[in-house]
């Protein structure tokens, strides 16, 4: 029997005010790359839940999420760790406030940034992933989709015993 597939789930936040994109600069093991406030959905949080605590761990500013803006997967390969991971990632739009004073960022955040379409788009190279320009593409189309459209049951928070 084969391994049961298990993609990384991930939650992202596109961020813009006055033409300009939220996205923070972390420490990787392939260097210092960009990427949109995002991480891993944690056990017994919902996808909006995991995107506010991870902006606020990577931006110290508290997030409102007004749109939903759409579910993306990607691929990444790193045959010398034998890592071949699959990601999805549930991606947000919204509002953040400013910046909390004497709050710390999570350890591999170096900086947040204030970038241009044009300046995110001349800056592949540093990308993270390939989704963290994608993301920012969809936003400056106009994509925005409902929050009622992802739904959470509540056996999320009080999932039920079967014996």
Not at 68 to 74: E, H, N
Not at 113 to 125: G, H, K, N, P, Q
Not at 156 to 162: G, K, N, S, T
């Amino acid at each position: 029997m084969t391994e049961r597939f298990k993609p990384s789930v991930t939650v992202a936040a596109v961020i813009e005010r006055d033409g300009r994109y939220l996205l923070v600069e972390e420490q990787t093991s392939e260097g210092l790359l960009l990427n949109n406030p995002a991480g891993h959905l944690e056990q017994g949080e919902s996808p909006v839940e995991g995107v506010i605590r991870e902006v606020l761990e990577e931006t110290a500013r508290d997030f409102t999420a007004t749109a939903w803006l759409g579910m993306y997967m990607s691929r990444f390969l790193r045959p010398a760790r034998g890592q071949d991971v699959t990601y999805v990632r549930v991606a947000f739009v919204g509002d953040v406030g400013e910046q909390i004073p004497g709050r710390a960022f999570d350890a591999p955040i170096q900086r947040t940034l204030w970038m241009t379409l044009e300046e995110v788009r001349a800056c592949r190279d540093r990308h993270r992933s390939p989704l963290v320009l994608q993301c920012i593409e969809d936003h400056a189309a106009g994509r925005r989709l409902p929050l009622d459209a992802l739904y959470t049951h509540p056996s999320l928070y009080e999932p039920p015993v079967h014996h």
